[in-house]
Nanobody, 124 residues
Framework: QVQLVETGGGLVQTGGSLRLSCVASGRTFSDYAMGWFRQAPGKEREFTAA????????AFAASVKGRFTISRNNAKKTVYLQLNNLKPEDTAAYYC?????????????????WGQGTQVTVSS
């Protein structure tokens, strides 16, 4: 069992930045690839970014590539999502998730454990 807790959301103006953190507890953190997904009101949850177990391989949705970065610190059992140059369309609840798979990390069904989410609101 893995428990995930996200923090770092908030209200920011267009062009601003935020750093989201997700702290894990339970089983060995480095056993899992980690991902971030987001869900805007009235929309389906969508893949945002993922990082493999050692942090050396990352993937991003086209909509955030070049603006967001993902990283992890296995000693701290934490995964981070740095959000830069934020746009109003980035407004959503952001969720971190843990996967025991190594491929297809852009698919929500590959993730077994999910956090409760943290809200990011970008004002225009």
């Amino acid at each position: 069992q893995v428990q995930l807790v996200e923090t770092g959301g908030g209200l920011v103006q267009t062009g601003g930045s935020l750093r989201l953190s997700c702290v894990a507890s339970g089983r060995t953190f480095s056993d899992y690839a980690m991902g971030w997904f987001r869900q805007a009101p009235g929309k389906e949850r969508e893949f945002t970014a993922a990082v493999n177990w050692d942090g050396y391989s990352t993937a991003f949705a086209a909509s955030v590539k070049g603006r967001f970065t993902i990283s992890r610190n296995n000693a701290k059992k934490t995964v981070y999502l740095q959000l830069n140059n934020l746009k109003p369309e980035d407004t959503a609840a952001y969720y971190c998730a843990a996967s025991s798979y190594y491929t297809d990390l852009g698919t929500a069904s590959r993730y077994k454990y999910w956090g409760q989410g943290t809200q990011v609101t970008v004002s225009s």
